[in-house]
């Protein structure tokens, strides 16, 4: 069974950082390029950052670039999203998607605080 699991969100201050972890059960990661996406109250899907699968290719939000580092462990099955200089406007259910799926997980909820 293909599961996507996503953790590491939680209450943060503005300025600060969390690392999120997506963990794929039930098929193989490396096969495919991988997206973080947001959603944000009362708003639609954002695209975050995007990875090829080797990770040779990254692509990022116009909004988050200089702050966030998307990033994959094949090995472990992992996607990453690492977070700095967190804004409130950054609070949001951040979920992974493999691309060209329609695989996704239950997301992290995010909370950044002024």
């Known amino acids: 069974q293909v599961q996507l699991v996503e953790s590491g969100g939680g209450f943060v201050r503005a300025g600060g950082s969390l690392r999120l972890s997506c963990v794929a059960f039930?098929?193989?990661?490396?096969?495919?390029?991988m997206t973080w996406y947001r959603r944000l109250p009362g708003k639609g899907r954002e695209l975050v950052a995007a990875?090829?699968?080797?990770?040779?290719?990254?692509t990022y939000g116009d909004s988050v670039k200089g702050r966030f580092t998307i990033a994959r462990d094949n090995v472990k099955n992992t996607l990453y999203l690492e977070m700095n200089i967190l804004k409130p406007e950054d609070t949001a259910v951040y979920y992974c998607h493999p691309d060209q799926t329609p695989y996704w997980g239950q997301g992290t909820q995010v909370t950044v605080s002024s």
């Open positions: 039930g098929f193989t990661l490396s096969t495919y390029d």
């Open positions: 990875i090829t699968t080797t990770g040779g290719m990254t």
